[in-house]
């Protein structure tokens, strides 16, 4: 599997984007699905998983400001991310069957 995420960039703090993940190889539809995060000088942290079901989670620090969403039938799966914080900032990761690993994009939140 091969991913490639894009849609990251400099946005003021309460701004948002939208960060995708397109996907190509194995099959997609039947694996968990997740983004990631690595702030400078910090180990990287789960953000949002959804399972082949639809089922999400997210880690608290953005419960309520971030969806993650995925499309089989595009191979796509996408974060979109409201409300943006300056502790937001990170290079973001996309990830499949948490295994398989996108290049990063980063996101800078400034205040």
């Known amino acids: 599997v091969q991913l490639q995420a894009s849609g990251g960039g400099l946005v003021q703090a309460g701004g948002s984007l939208r960060l995708s993940c397109a996907a190509s190889g194995r099959v997609f539809s039947g694996m968990a699905l997740g983004w990631y995060r690595q702030a400078p000088g910090k180990q990287r942290e789960v953000v949002a998983i959804i399972s082949f079901d639809g089922i999400t989670n997210y880690v608290d620090s953005v419960k309520g400001r971030f969806t993650i969403s995925r499309d089989n039938a595009k191979n796509m799966v996408y974060l979109q991310m409201n409300s943006l914080k300056p502790e937001d900032t990170a290079v973001y990761y996309c990830?499949?069957?948490?295994?398989?690993w996108g290049q990063g994009t980063l996101v800078t939140v400034s205040s």
């Open positions: 990830n499949a069957n948490f295994r398989y």
